[in-house]
């Protein structure tokens, strides 16, 4: 099973929300993909707040 953070965001160049996937290294454990998943949620909250487009 692949572990990932998926969200969505708007993309000017289609006028339109686009789905995007961050994914969790497979070679950790489950505690610790927990605690990388948070992080990288963490940071796309605060680029995203920011006017961060990906």
Do not use: C, H
């Not at 572990?3 to 497979?26: E, Q």
């Not at 990288?40 to 990906?54: D, H, M, Y």
């Amino acid at each position: 099973m692949r572990w990932f953070v998926d969200f969505t965001a708007w993309d000017p160049a289609i006028s339109a929300m686009r789905r995007k996937r961050y994914y969790v290294s497979g070679s950790l454990s489950i505690t610790q993909k927990k605690v990388r998943a948070n992080e990288i949620l963490q940071v796309l909250t605060r680029q995203l707040a920011q006017g961060w487009n990906p």
